[in-house]
Nanobody, 126 residues
């Protein structure tokens, strides 16, 4: 059974940092592209970071570029999102997703959310 479980969210002050984790099970993480998305109340879902099957294959939304870093640990079957210099507008539910299709490339856009986790809440507020 394919599962994606996010953790690491919470309340943080503006300018602070958080590191989110997305633990994958039921499939071999090594072979697939994974992306982080977020959705804030009243706003459209936004793809923010994508990582392919090697760490050098990444892409970011302009809204987070230079502040967020996506990485993967295939041994631990986990995808990470390091979030720095957080802003109130980063407040959202963050979740990871994949389409489990070999050959999906971040350069072609964010993968369809065929499988996704429940999400973790990130709140940036003073």
């Amino acid at each position: 059974q394919v599962q994606l479980v996010e953790s690491g969210g919470g309340l943080v002050q503006p300018g602070g940092s958080l590191k989110l984790s997305c633990e994958a099970s039921g499939f071999t993480l090594d072979f697939y592209t994974i992306a982080w998305f977020r959705q804030a109340p009243g706003k459209e879902r936004e793809g923010i970071a994508c990582i392919g099957t090697s760490d050098s294959s990444t892409s970011y939304a302009n809204s987070v570029k230079g502040r967020f870093i996506i990485s993967r640990d295939n041994v631990e079957s986990t995808i990470f999102l390091q979030m720095n210099s957080l802003k109130p507008e980063d407040t959202a539910v963050y979740y990871c997703a994949t389409d489990l299709m070999p050959g999906t490339l971040c350069s072609r856009g964010y993968p369809p959310e065929v499988y996704r986790g429940q999400g973790t809440q990130v709140t940036v507020s003073s």
